[in-house]
């Protein structure tokens, strides 16, 4: 069955191939963002829209009647720690408008959470679905306090909500926007380019990942899923591990004379707060999550799309 859905925030890294994807689908897809329609390139109608604009919000969720809204609008968290307090407004207060606009025109709600909720004090690995949550960022505040936020809208109006704690992200499609694992997007570009590459983080800072493939086909799942297998607010969400050695150790297996050297910073000390792995066995079990894509096949697919792209672009 195609549905209306609307997506606020659809042109960041996920967002984007978020449109893409449903819009394949043969739904009906309203794509929203604070850009310029000319600094936007969607296959479906577009419109811009301020989650913190609340006037604006429920005027474009009146009019176009969704059935299903994904709201993708955040600060990330590298970017967040260089203006918490404006992230903070955007993260909460943005999530606070469309969950009073959830109440009133009764639409099921996809929410983005992150790894960044877990602090230095959570298990590193196999960290559970429920365990020790001490976030020092604000990005990892701001998606915990939303966790928090949506399971009580939940529970006290009935409403349909579901989130997924995103492990860093890989895509050849979209740039990353600003998160502390961009890392395992910039060095295939420079691996392609210059054949090398300075890395911020550790050598073995090793983080969960993921690729947006599978990332984008479990968020739909995860929508399409029955609400009554729903035991989580938000899901702890993998599918694999590695640290930036292992990624360019991969990555020399098709240019064997690629260098990567190190300078941690600032987002290194992030990074290391962080799980190294996640027990994800709550999304396998309630509703069948399964990745399809190992450190392997995830190298040979990125360094040959985005070798295609840079060849178009020149």
Request: one cysteine or more; proline letters at 5%.
């Amino acid at each position: 069955m195609t549905q209306r859905i609307l997506i606020l925030g659809a042109a960041g890294q996920i967002g984007t191939e978020l449109v893409e994807s449903l819009h394949g689908q043969g739904n009906t897809v309203l794509a929203t963002d604070i850009k310029q329609p000319s600094d936007v390139n969607f296959p479906t109608d577009y419109e811009i829209v301020d989650v913190l604009d609340r006037d604006r919000l429920h005027s474009v969720i009146a009019k176009f009647k969704p059935d299903v809204v994904y709201h993708m609008a955040a600060i990330l968290s590298a970017t967040a720690e260089k203006i918490p307090l404006k992230a903070w407004e955007i993260n909460m207060q943005g999530l606070i408008n469309v969950l009073e606009l959830a109440r009133k025109f009764e639409f099921k709600l996809f929410w983005p959470s992150s790894i960044a909720i877990f602090g230095p004090t959570t298990p590193k690995d196999n960290t559970p679905q429920h365990t020790i949550v001490e976030p020092l960022t604000i990005y990892g505040i701001s998606k915990y306090a939303g966790e928090r936020f949506i399971d009580y809208y939940k529970h006290r109006y009935g409403l349909d909500i579901r989130s997924l704690r995103y492990p860093g992200l890989i895509s050849w499609k979209a740039m990353p926007g600003g998160g502390t694992t961009d890392y395992a997007v910039e060095i295939f570009y420079e691996a392609i380019k210059n054949k090398r590459y300075v890395c911020y983080l550790s050598s073995d800072r090793t983080l969960p990942m993921m690729y947006m493939d599978d990332a984008i086909r479990g968020t739909i799942e995860l929508m399409n899923a029955p609400k009554d297998s729903m035991k989580e607010a938000s899901y702890n969400f993998a599918a694999i591990s590695f640290s930036p050695e292992e990624l360019s150790q991969e990555i020399k297996k098709h240019i064997p004379d690629f260098e990567i050297t190190y300078d941690p910073d600032e987002r290194d000390e992030l990074a290391a707060q962080w799980p190294r792995s996640i027990d994800d066995s709550a999304a396998r079990k309630d509703w069948n999550w399964q990745h399809r894509y190992d450190l392997s096949k995830l190298v040979e697919i990125m360094l040959s799309q985005i070798a295609k792209k840079l060849e178009k672009s020149t």
